[in-house]
């Protein structure tokens, strides 16, 4: 597991990633990929902006690594993420036989937003299954970090309502 | 949900795709999209011979769809496949908003089958967590309806082995 500096040193870059999804009108989220102390690859949402209804930050960089790599597997790979990875993106880091996944705000932060910000231009729409749980259904078994400059990233979902 | 005729009609046209995928040494898996009475895109297994770890055939035919659509919803859609979605390509048809999910055999089968024969070409590894509970945990709630050409689809398992 990665240690608490570096996990917000990189988490940092991910907020910088999804200011960068803000700036394009999308969504405030960014991911990366750590491995053998680097980060290989970057991504932010292209969700709302593009056609493709698994183009999640945390999908996008782990098949960009992959492709950079050459190979399906990113070993030593930790997945980065300001926002709790869904069922879709912890399958697709299992799949890739990665090592851990970091998140900041959780699925329930973005629920509790969702509800109390009616109306929104974006949903945060989620599926109720914990990145943890699914994390343990798979092999190999991802080791999970939540809450990682938790505060700094839930206010990642305020930044659509100021710009509306 | 669709009917039986039409669900087995589908999944024969899907054992032929996991033919096609067999013929070039990948996994023996087909899926496709059937939407508003016609089959909009099918997809053969492309993981083993690619370098992309979320190369399933359900998730390869849902951004075929999203694309020739140029939309990443697709209403009304169904989700056929030989084998069980795993959660990656479930909570894809879920942010797709499809409509709902056929499949042949289970991953329970798929499972079995690997414990019944070590050191196979491929490991069929499987995350635990089912289609089914999977739908249930998101928005929209999609359908699902599995079994369908079940022994068909558990003969596909059997394809390398006899290759090998």
């Known amino acids: ?10 988490m940092k870059r991910c907020i910088g990633l999804a200011h960068d999804a803000t700036a394009r009108g999308d969504y405030a989220l960014g991911a990366l ?10 991504s932010s949402s292209d969700l709302a902006n593009g056609v493709d209804p698994s183009a999640h930050p945390e999908m996008t960089v782990i098949r960009k ?3 950079m790599l050459k190979n399906r597997y990113i070993p030593n790979g930790v997945l980065v993420s ?7 993106c912890v399958a ?12 900041g705000a959780s699925q329930t932060d973005a629920g509790n937003w969702s509800a109390q910000n009616p109306g929104s231009k974006f949903s945060w729409r989620q599926i109720n299954l914990r990145c943890a749980d699914v994390a343990a259904a798979g092999h190999p078994k991802l080791w999970v970090k939540g809450n990682i400059l938790r505060d700094e990233c839930c206010r990642l979902f305020d930044i659509e309502k100021q710009k509306i």
Chains 1, 2 share one sequence.
């Open 1 to 10: 597991m990665l240690d608490k500096t570096i996990s917000e040193q990189l």
């Open 82 to 88: 300001t926002l709790e990875p869904c069922p879709m």
């Open 65 to 67: 690594v992959a492709e």
């Open 33 to 42: 990929v750590y491995k053998d102390g680097h980060v290989i690859a970057e």
């Open 92 to 103: 697709a880091a299992i799949w890739a036989k990665m090592d851990g996944i970091v998140f």
